[in-house]
């Protein structure tokens, strides 16, 4: 995690280095909106926990590298204030083929979206808002979960 | 049992709390416990902790449920559903 904003190109090289195993990268980069709630966003502040922040996200970039082949994972989570346009998070998976790649890093994100302990504050003109957890998250990250057999 | 307990976000501003070391009595012995021994406190900890809002609850750096047995020295920390990424 870090306070400064990420370079995709520089992530994306260091990344795949020079495995020429990788046949597949999949980027996706999450972005500050300038509306949520129907309001104008001023700023976005993300508040997280030091210490389990870094487990968990290490967690989650294990959990995807158990379930599918990757040939590498990685999440770059900012941190502090940040302002319509600006980057907040990316997630890059490499695999041979495109499947692993783009099944992971969508796991990987509804898990982020769900388990990783950040806390975004909206500063809008009326003054700060905490944003609320959404079930549309909930739900996306639910279809991961493999059903019980009866 | 004593505990380490933080509070982020909503709860830390409600709060005006960011950590606190609480000597929780024996019969303190789940995450569901701690949450209504501290909102045993009334006020402000009754109001929120005790009413309909969702919390998670992690210890030691993990998440955990309600029902997680409590462990002596955890580091156990309390926040609203988390919104990253």
Redesign the interface.
């Known amino acids: 995690m870090q306070t400064e904003d990420f370079d995709l190109r520089l992530e994306h090289q260091q990344l795949i280095q020079n495995d020429h195993g990788i046949g597949a990268v999949v980027a996706f980069i999450?972005m500050v909106r300038d509306l949520n709630l129907a309001d104008d966003v001023v700023a976005l502040e993300?508040?997280?926990?030091p210490?389990?922040t870094e487990?968990s996200l290490i967690n989650i970039a294990q959990q995807a590298e158990k379930r599918w082949s990757l040939q590498a994972a990685r999440i770059v989570?900012r941190v502090g204030k940040m302002y319509p346009g600006d980057q907040?998070?990316l997630v890059l998976t490499a695999s041979a083929h495109r499947g692993d790649a783009y099944e992971a890093n969508t796991f990987m994100?509804d898990y982020?979206?769900?388990?990783?302990?950040?806390?975004?504050?909206e500063w809008t003109p009326e003054g700060p808002r905490?944003?609320?957890?959404r079930e549309s998250d909930d739900s996306a990250v639910a279809r991961w979960t493999e059903k019980p057999s009866s | 049992m004593r505990l380490k307990v933080l509070y982020f976000a909503q709860l830390r501003e409600k709060f005006g709390l960011a950590e606190e070391s609480v000597q929780a009595p024996d019969s303190v012995r789940t995450v569901a416990d701690l949450m209504q021994h501290l909102g045993a406190r009334g006020g402000v900890w009754q109001e929120t902790l005790g009413g309909h809002l969702a919390f998670r609850v992690a210890m030691n750096q993990e998440m955990v449920s309600q029902q997680t047995a409590l462990l002596d020295g955890a580091e156990v920390a309390i926040f609203r559903p988390v919104t990253g990424g």
């Open positions: 999450g993300l508040e997280h926990y210490g389990m487990k989570h907040i998070v994100m982020l979206k769900t388990e990783a302990p950040f806390w975004k504050k905490w944003i609320e957890a």
